[in-house]
């Protein structure tokens, strides 16, 4: 698993924009699959057991192993539209 630095930036600026202390961690969760694909959840999380920890960008993010087999090989990107604005795991190799 990889991270843009832009995406780092952004988890560091919604950090910083909270009123109260959050954890540590990003976490990345993949929430459901199905024939469209997969979608994850994102948030900031405590490390749980079982939990991988990876430093990536200076972001401390934790994944389960379920959810790292379906998105370990993946990039997690944050883009911005006139329709939205998120994070998401993107597959392509850059």
Same mark, same amino acid.
């Not at 990889?2 to 924009?17: G, L, M, S, Y």
């Not at 459901?32 to 999380?45: P, W």
């Not at 790292?68 to 190799?93: A, D, R």
């Given at each position: =698993? &990889?991270?843009?630095? +832009?995406?780092?930036? &952004?988890?560091?600026? $919604?950090?910083?924009?909270?009123? #109260?202390?959050?954890?540590?961690?990003?976490?990345?969760?993949? #929430?459901?699959?199905?024939?469209? @694909?997969?979608?994850?959840?994102?948030? $900031?999380? #405590? &490390?749980k057991e079982g939990d991988v920890?990876?430093? =990536?960008?200076?972001?401390?993010?934790?994944v389960d192993p379920f959810t790292?087999?379906?998105?370990?090989? @993946?990039?997690? #990107?944050?883009?911005?539209?006139?329709?939205?604005? @998120? $994070?998401?795991?993107?597959? +392509?190799?850059h």
């Open positions: =698993m &990889k991270i843009t630095v +832009h995406a780092a930036q &952004k988890i560091e600026e $919604f950090r910083a924009a909270l009123a #109260e202390p959050c954890p540590a961690y990003f976490r990345v969760l993949l #929430e459901r699959q199905d024939c469209q @694909g997969a979608q994850c959840a994102f948030s $900031f999380d #405590e &490390k920890e990876l430093l =990536m960008e200076g972001v401390k993010v934790v790292l087999q379906w998105v370990g090989q @993946g990039t997690i #990107e944050f883009e911005s539209n006139p329709t939205q604005s @998120g $994070f998401l795991i993107s597959s +392509h190799v």
